[in-house]
């Protein structure tokens, strides 16, 4: 556990010490008006208390991401512990905070207005779709997993429509109210029941002393079909919201247009994604015992759902078992109404369609809530299906984030401002997400190339490379710009 314990310290002294250090290279400024008081308009644009805000955000990008993502992660070995912990402190936080910062410096502008700014038109209309996509994928994925929970834990009678029609009417609620009635005021809750569990799992460390892999055992890949899942590119896309996710900066918006200061925005955005990691090492390092050798529950084959009530059985009484489950179900259903929250405001910024009047915002809201729950009955009906989504969710968020990242890279290069910090998260996150298009193979569902992993790694190099290029010729470009 040693492992564990020195990868939770550096986690702490990211945040403390590079945390700092993006706050102070974008320059925060606490004199600043915010858009929560310069356009308030009782609907999306509300002051909140700093706590408040953290705590929702932190519940808006949590989901079910860095539990059931780092579970399956772990699978990998010891080095989904340090993706978790070096992707949080170097990508993720970074990624979280300035798509955020941008956001509150551009009145709260939603992610494809952000994309647009800084990487052209043509950009921005592909990501509104691509974007809208994602939302439904995760409205479907934050759906069904807290019904299966609901159904396997608690009422293993009931018909899982019956708590997806449930929870989709709550989500449509939730995304049509001011975000001050139910969000600024249940979430706060659900984030302390979150973080609960969290701590439970770490008590339970103590307690129960599990061998956990540690990483002076190597580095190599645990898979149980370690020939077809190999650590490069696929932990990088298994663990997304653990350590980076594009689905973060859909919800940063929503938080950005809530500040009343600008210091705010480190606590709020990067302490959020580094608390985010937390959740997801603890989880990842429960996993990596309870796929282990020295398991006493066989957990070969088991989902990652499964592997939240394996563990919550096997090392806690009724009564914590029940929290920490309860914990991962309002994990996935807070992130899920405020990802259709999302959808709703990006299409209302491309329409330009005031969301002030109620009217507004169900015009927009029900054709999406239709579309979701087509595709939630889909999954329903076919397992195979939500694993399609599930998949599908996972490398379009990496491409998100991938976007988000250059985005980035384009503004602090053009603030003048050291860009290194996110092109080279940047580089990375294009060679993941290029090599596991190119590479995986194209089956029922088609969802990649196909090629061989030299080859998509030898494309995927490429690709990076020429937006490498494109990066440096814009820089290049905006400085003559300047001094003519």
């Given at each position: 556990?040693?492992?564990?314990?020195?990868?939770?310290?550096?986690?702490?002294?990211?945040?403390?010490?590079?945390?700092?250090?993006?706050?102070?290279?974008?320059?925060?400024?606490?004199?600043?008006?915010?858009?929560?008081?310069?356009?308030?308009?009782?609907?999306?644009?509300?002051?909140?208390k700093p706590w408040r805000i953290f705590l929702i955000q932190f519940l808006n990008i949590a989901g079910v991401g860095p539990i059931i993502g780092a579970i399956m992660g772990a699978q990998f070995g010891t080095a989904s512990f340090l993706w978790i912990v070096?992707?949080?402190?170097?990508?993720?936080?970074?990624?979280?905070?300035?798509?955020?910062?941008?956001?509150?410096?551009?009145?709260?502008?939603?992610?494809?207005?952000?994309?647009?700014?800084?990487?052209?038109?043509?950009?921005?209309?592909?990501?509104?779709?691509?974007?809208?996509?994602?939302?439904?994928?995760?409205?479907?994925?934050?759906?069904?997993?807290?019904?299966?929970?609901?159904?396997?834990?608690?009422?293993?009678?009931?018909?899982?429509?019956?708590?997806?029609?449930?929870?989709?009417?709550?989500?449509?609620?939730?995304?049509?109210?001011?975000?001050?009635?139910?969000?600024?005021?249940?979430?706060?809750?659900?984030?302390?029941?979150?973080?609960?569990?969290?701590?439970?799992?770490?008590?339970?460390?103590?307690?129960?002393?599990?061998?956990?892999?540690?990483?002076?055992?190597?580095?190599?890949?645990?898979?149980?079909?370690?020939?077809?899942?190999?650590?490069?590119?696929?932990?990088?896309?298994?663990?997304?919201?653990?350590?980076?996710?594009?689905?973060?900066?859909?919800?940063?918006?929503?938080?950005?247009?809530?500040?009343?200061?600008?210091?705010?925005?480190?606590?709020?955005?990067?302490?959020?994604?580094?608390?985010?990691?937390?959740?997801?090492?603890?989880?990842?390092?429960?996993?990596?015992?309870?796929?282990?050798?020295?398991?006493?529950?066989?957990?070969?084959?088991?989902?990652?759902?499964?592997?939240?009530?394996?563990?919550?059985?096997?090392?806690?009484?009724?009564?914590?078992?029940?929290?920490?489950?309860?914990?991962?179900?309002?994990?996935?259903?807070?992130?899920?109404?405020?990802?259709?929250?999302?959808?709703?405001?990006?299409?209302?910024?491309?329409?330009?369609?005031?969301?002030?009047?109620?009217?507004?915002?169900?015009?927009?809201?029900?054709?999406?809530?239709?579309?979701?729950?087509?595709?939630?009955?889909?999954?329903?009906?076919?397992?195979?299906?939500?694993?399609?989504?599930?998949?599908?969710?996972?490398?379009?968020?990496q491409v998100i984030a991938m976007v988000t990242l250059w985005a980035i890279t384009v503004y602090l290069a053009k603030e003048k401002k050291y860009y290194l910090v996110s092109l080279i998260p940047a580089m990375f996150m294009t060679m993941v997400t290029m090599?596991?298009?190119?590479?995986?193979?194209?089956?029922?569902?088609?969802?990649?190339?196909?090629?061989?992993?030299?080859?998509?790694?030898?494309?995927?190099?490429?690709?990076?490379?020429?937006?490498?290029?494109?990066?440096?010729?814009?820089?290049?470009?905006?400085?003559?710009?300047?001094?003519?």
């Open positions: 556990m040693i492992t564990f314990f020195i990868a939770l310290a550096v986690l702490i002294i990211g945040y403390l010490i590079y945390g700092k250090i993006i706050d102070r290279l974008f320059g925060a400024d606490p004199k600043r008006e915010t858009p929560a008081v310069t356009m308030a308009d009782g609907v999306d644009y509300v002051p909140m070096f992707g949080s402190i170097f990508a993720g936080a970074v990624h979280d905070y300035l798509s955020g910062m941008i956001s509150l410096r551009n009145k709260g502008a939603s992610l494809p207005e952000i994309h647009g700014m800084y990487l052209g038109n043509g950009v921005k209309q592909f990501m509104r779709i691509l974007l809208i996509i994602l939302m439904v994928l995760v409205g479907v994925v934050f759906v069904n997993t807290p019904a299966i929970l609901l159904i396997n834990n608690f009422t293993p009678n009931f018909s899982p429509y019956i708590w997806v029609a449930i929870i989709l009417v709550y989500y449509l609620i939730a995304t049509l109210l001011p975000i001050d009635k139910i969000i600024g005021k249940i979430y706060p809750v659900f984030g302390f029941l979150l973080l609960g569990m969290a701590v439970a799992i770490f008590v339970a460390f103590i307690i129960y002393k599990p061998e956990i892999p540690e990483i002076w055992s190597g580095l190599y890949n645990r898979h149980p079909d370690a020939a077809h899942s190999p650590i490069f590119p696929m932990m990088f896309i298994s663990i997304a919201c653990g350590a980076i996710s594009g689905f973060h900066a859909t919800q940063s918006p929503l938080m950005a247009r809530c500040m009343v200061n600008e210091k705010q925005g480190r606590s709020i955005f990067y302490g959020a994604m580094i608390t985010e990691g937390v959740v997801a090492l603890i989880w990842a390092a429960a996993a990596a015992y309870f796929f282990g050798p020295d398991s006493v529950v066989d957990v070969t084959g088991k989902s990652g759902v499964a592997v939240v009530g394996i563990i919550a059985n096997t090392w806690f009484t009724p009564a914590i078992a029940l929290i920490t489950i309860l914990g991962v179900i309002s994990a996935a259903v807070t992130s899920g109404d405020t990802a259709l929250r999302s959808a709703r405001l990006i299409i209302a910024d491309f329409l330009h369609y005031d969301q002030k009047p109620i009217k507004n915002r169900l015009i927009v809201a029900i054709p999406m809530f239709v579309v979701t729950a087509v595709v939630l009955v889909y999954s329903l009906a076919d397992t195979s299906g939500f694993d399609m989504i599930w998949r599908y969710f996972a490398w379009a968020n090599t596991y298009i190119i590479e995986f193979p194209a089956g029922k569902y088609v969802e990649g190339v196909g090629f061989s992993g030299t080859v998509a790694t030898i494309i995927a190099g490429c690709i990076t490379m020429l937006f490498t290029v494109l990066f440096f010729n814009f820089r290049r470009k905006n400085n003559n710009v300047l001094k003519s």
